[in-house]
């Protein structure tokens, strides 16, 4: 009789089947895993969200970190993602930066953000709008705001956002009920040693000599952290950049940004900023006016104007809306009142009046106590290669679908590997038996009827997880599986770790089987 082993080609095409099942099982599982990426566009190398928070949608970050970052010269893009129902069909809502737009590679400008909404191509071919008509957009949190569309774009680079709308993040986070200290998510290209000293908290000591005079300390947004008497004193602050003032009465007489990542000392000595009088004569036409987050007006304060480069440009004690006269450009107003030493930089011209609105940082720390009151124990990197946490409670969408699919997939595996086994066993038992009656030593046995099948196995399941990659983003378009109106296919999973270790499984799983089998076969025989 011949010595070759029979059923190879059904063998091979009914282990490919399993295993282009077994693929499709694998391929939609990691889809779940790997949800938000449907969401988080990984601007940078990572991405930084609340670590307690299971989804994107409920992470508290404070905005000041991505200054912090900015200022010591790392990539920091802050994000507001919202799910809403616009024109009442689902769809995220994401807020970004005007500054920030070019990051996001898509065909419009700050204005056009700036006055409305932009909207992805396929997302306005699905409610069928076009630019200057009206968006109603109802978030999750059921805040509803009506918006002029601005703008239809396109991204080939992030796809994501052809089926979102994009507002200014101040919108965005009116939609969330968000205070404007806090944000979703920070995108950052930063190294992992920087990113690993985010969460602590570290030692500013102070050594001074001088007396007489008062401390400010602000962090990234100009918020005051501390303001009190200028003594020797250590302050407890988290990973930052901060701004340390010496100041008397009306001038400032120290000034050093201090880069906060990691325990460190300064000293504050008695040097003057230099100082330039202004001697241009001007009429009066500008007025800074000073008001607190409720809109009624600070009574007495300081007042002082700096040039970018740190020179005082003017000064005055001020009360309400007070003139000024300088010559157009860019300077930081500097405002001090009672505890609060407040510092934004604005552009002065001809005609340009100018509202500060001091925001104490008591005001400040009483918003995250109420919206976000932990968000500073830990912040999580998310980097695009490590699955977050499934967004289950948050988006029930489709997610029923995905079981359905699995669940019946793995049915169909768990039969066609028991069955393809026996088969392959069976139409050799014949075989299996010849040698036995030649006494083939156990070397012969393997090469003749295991190698080949076991080659068999290898291949097809090769070939069947292979295929299985390139078919699910088909299928999934296909049967439009999508959440938030996002379709599925757009999840990327660029970790092939998860395939490798369920080849190498399956492999093992076919393999014992075939020589339990075999064993049995030759028992009974």
């Not at 939609?175 to 190294?191: E, G």
Request: aromatic share 10%; glycine share 6%.
């Amino acid at each position: 009789m011949p010595l070759y082993p029979r059923g190879l080609a059904v063998t091979v095409l009914s282990i490919y089947l399993v295993a282009l099942a077994l693929g499709l099982v694998i391929s939609t599982m990691l889809a779940m895993y790997y949800l938000p990426q449907l969401f988080l566009l990984n601007i940078g190398n990572a991405t930084i969200k609340k670590g307690e928070s299971i989804s994107i949608f409920t992470s508290w970050v404070p905005i000041n970190l991505a200054y912090s970052l900015r200022d010591m010269g790392v990539t920091a893009v802050p994000e507001v993602i919202v799910p809403s129902i616009v024109n009442e069909t689902p769809a995220i809502i994401r807020g970004i930066e005007p500054g920030c737009i070019g990051y996001y590679s898509i065909n419009a400008t700050q204005p056009d953000l700036g006055r409305g909404a932009l909207v992805g191509y396929k997302l306005a071919e699905e409610l069928h709008v076009k630019v200057g008509d009206e968006l109603i957009i109802t978030s999750f949190k059921g805040i509803t705001d009506n918006l002029t569309v601005t703008g239809i774009i396109t991204s080939s680079r992030y796809p994501q956002l052809n089926y979102e709308v994009i507002l200014n993040i101040t919108m965005a986070q009116r939609l969330d009920s968000l205070p404007s200290p806090i944000v979703n998510a920070i995108y950052i290209n930063a190294s992992y040693e920087l990113i690993s000293r985010v969460n602590q908290v570290y030692e500013l000591r102070i050594i001074t000599n001088m007396s007489n005079d008062y401390l400010a300390v602000l962090d990234s947004m100009n918020h005051t952290v501390f303001n009190g008497p200028l003594t020797n004193t250590t302050l407890a602050l988290p990973f930052g950049v901060y701004y340390v003032i010496a100041y008397n009465e009306s001038a400032i007489t120290w000034f050093l940004p201090v880069i906060l990542s990691g325990n460190d000392t300064i000293r504050v000595v008695g040097v003057s900023i230099p100082r330039v009088i202004n001697t241009t004569y001007a009429i009066p036409s500008e007025w800074v006016t000073v008001e607190w987050p409720n809109g009624s007006l600070v009574s007495n304060y300081y007042l002082l104007i700096y040039y970018m480069n740190g020179s005082l440009a003017y000064s005055t004690v001020g009360g309400g809306a007070t003139p000024i006269s300088l010559l157009g450009n860019t300077y930081r107003i500097v405002i001090i009142m009672s505890s609060v030493y407040y510092t934004v930089s604005k552009y002065i011209g001809p005609g340009l009046n100018v509202t500060v609105v001091l925001t104490p940082y008591s005001v400040v720390m009483s918003e995250l106590m109420t919206h976000a009151y932990n968000y500073f124990t830990k912040v999580t990197p998310l980097t695009p290669n490590s699955g977050s946490e499934a967004l289950i409670n948050a988006l029930k969408i489709g997610i029923g679908t995905f079981i359905g699919i699995i669940i019946s997939l793995l049915v169909i595996v768990s039969i066609g590997v028991v069955g393809i086994s026996e088969y392959s066993i069976n139409v050799n038992r014949e075989l299996i038996t010849y040698l036995r009656l030649n006494r083939a030593d156990g070397l012969n046995m393997a090469l003749l009827v295991d190698l080949p099948i076991i080659v068999t196995y290898i291949i097809s399941t090769a070939l069947g997880f292979l295929t299985a990659n390139y078919l699910w983003p088909l299928m999934t378009r296909f049967m439009k599986l999508g959440i938030m109106n996002q379709p599925i296919y757009l999840i990327a999973v660029s970790n092939h770790y998860p395939y490798t270790v369920a080849l190498i499984t399956t492999l093992l799983l076919l393999i014992i089987m075939h020589l339990v089998i075999r064993s049995r076969v030759i028992d009974v025989d």
